[in-house]
């Protein structure tokens, strides 16, 4: 049994910071692929940053690049989401979610077979 759970989240303002992590029970992040996943009002399941460490190949959506980073602690087997300059059309329940193979677009969310509950993320104006 796996489950993916993951903290972090919260309220900031335009321009604020937050760090997602996602830990794995039953489960270790390989080579398979990882990403970070959101939904609002006007997107289910966006992809937003995935990282498949078998091809040494992380992809962003357009929308965060510059300002999101994720990254695999090995050591603790934790996914991180590092948000910075956060806008309000950043604002979505955000979840991390993996899979043991790595489909043909790391930000399509179809392929991945774990995904932890979400954490809300809120930015205000």
């Known amino acids: 049994h796996v489950q993916l759970v993951e903290s972090g989240g919260g309220s900031v303002q335009t321009g604020g910071a937050l760090r997602l992590s996602c830990g794995a029970s039953?489960?270790?992040?390989?080579?398979?692929?990882m990403g970070w996943f959101r939904q609002n009002s006007v997107t289910e399941h966006e992809g937003v940053a995935g990282?498949?460490?078998?091809?040494?190949?992380?992809r962003y959506v357009d929308s965060v690049k510059g300002r999101f980073t994720i990254s695999l602690d090995n050591a603790t087997n934790t996914l991180y989401l590092q948000m910075n300059s956060l806008k309000p059309e950043d604002t979505a329940m955000y979840f991390c979610a993996a899979s043991p193979t790595c489909g043909a677009w790391p930000l399509d969310p179809r392929p991945y077979t774990y995904w932890s509950q979400g954490t809300q993320v809120t930015v205000s104006s």
């Open positions: 039953g489960y270790t992040f390989s080579r398979g692929c």
């Open positions: 990282f498949y460490p078998g091809a040494r190949s992380v």
